[in-house]
């Protein structure tokens, strides 16, 4: 059993073409004010407003956040990290699970079928941070059988936002 919730999976909400050309701006323009917003996608303050309101209410939108060059703040390596674990029951993935939350140099993590239980997105300063935090902190972490490092050399087309 995961840390989400036991297996029940969120029902999608049925979006129409206004409520995707709004989620479109808001997920590159999110500091945009209503007025602004509605005169992009073409609407009227109150409608626009009103829509962004119930998008929130439902989930679509979750958070407003801003997006951060992690090379200006310094975090020059970034690693994609394939985990498998010992053994493959409940209590060991959350451990595993609980352990991973705490750790800011990861920035992302999945847990996937396939050839391997975890992977992880890292981030660090250098080449050395990485290393000391490879070898002292992630492989220490509750039930690791293997690990496997990939640096990104270049990201082509990093997450800006999800398809609507």
Sequence with gaps: MSLESSGQ??????LDAADRK??????????LSNTELAEKVGMS???????????EQEGVISNYAARLDRKTLGLG???VVMIQIDAHNAEQAV??????LKLEQVIAC???????DFVLQVVCEDLDAYAEFSMNTLRRLPGI?????NFVLKEL???TGWPV
């Design 110 to 116: 999945y847990s996937v079928g396939g050839g391997v």
């Design 22 to 31: 709004i989620l479109q701006v808001l997920q590159t323009e999110g500091r």
């Design 95 to 100: 451990e595993f699970e609980k352990a991973v």
């Design 145 to 149: 059988k293997a690990m496997e490092s």
């Design 9 to 14: 999976q969120k029902k999608a909400v049925q």
């Design 45 to 55: 303050t109150s409608p626009c407003w009103r829509r962004v309101r119930r998008l």
């Design 77 to 79: 390596v970034f690693v």
């Design 157 to 159: 087309k990093p997450l």
